[in-house]
């Protein structure tokens, strides 16, 4: 099947309330992800993350969130938090906890599982959200700005305001402040924004270009992209003239 299949709508529209998912499987190690979506996590509770979370809505688990954890932790899925019940299956002696929660993103229509890791008695208690990159952004969405949250935190802001975590294939992953694969996928996925005038935020095709831009990843492999920052095409443009 080709992504471009003229039926197959990967990106969510609110308004439509629907979109296709395309799962990628390898039977013999029991292994099922989404054929088209990066996978994404957040550690930390940066400004973006809690400004995501916000918009987060709880749901049951579905078949989309079992792409979101190891496949023998999906009964977990479907237990309460120790919050909630102390004897639930995945409390720890009552008090600690190791439970899996379901949302999903409204806007986009993407599935979220927050990991909960809390140690009897609390000294630690950590929630690490796990979720699916969207394959573009909506339609109707104009690109604003891109954002480096952490270093491995990327976003886009809408003209209209809204958050996006950074639209990224299954092939892809982005990364900064080293040589390497991450930094040129990020920079080969920059310049087509760049010469597309923002108009073009789907992932590309291929993880990286054959040649990238060879000052967009000088900049994406420094030590400079790895700062929280939030720039404009012109400031791209400014990077990538060097
Ligand atoms: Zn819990």
Request: charge should be negative; charged fraction near 25%.
């Amino acid at each position: 099947m080709s992504r471009t299949q003229h039926d197959l709508q990967t990106t969510y529209d609110p308004n439509q309330g629907w979109s296709h998912f395309v799962l990628y499987s390898e039977p013999q190690y029991g292994i099922a992800s989404s054929g088209l979506h990066g996978s994404v996590s957040f550690e930390r509770p940066t400004r973006r993350v809690k400004e995501w979370q916000d918009r987060l809505q709880k749901c049951e688990p579905n078949p989309l969130h079992t792409l979101l954890v190891e496949s023998r932790k999906i009964p977990s899925l479907f237990h309460p938090c120790v919050y909630e019940d102390r004897n639930s299956p995945s409390a720890v002696a009552q008090d600690g906890c190791v439970c899996f929660q379901a949302s999903y993103d409204p806007e986009f229509g993407l599935p979220v599982v927050a990991d909960h890791h809390r140690t009897v008695s609390g000294n630690i208690d950590h929630w690490t959200y796990r979720t699916l990159a969207p394959t573009d952004l909506r339609p109707g969405d104009s690109f604003a700005s891109f954002i480096i949250d952490e270093a491995t935190n990327f976003w886009i802001r809408t003209t209209a305001g809204v958050l996006v975590i950074l639209p990224e294939a299954r092939h892809g992953g982005y990364s900064v402040g080293y040589s390497g694969g991450g930094p040129n996928a990020l920079a080969s996925y920059l310049r087509k924004l760049i010469e597309t005038d923002g108009e073009d935020a789907a992932p590309l095709e291929h993880r990286f270009d054959e040649k990238p831009d060879r000052k967009l990843v000088a900049w994406t492999s420094s030590k400079e992209a790895q700062r929280p920052q939030e720039l404009t095409l012109d400031d791209l443009r400014r990077i990538q003239r060097g």
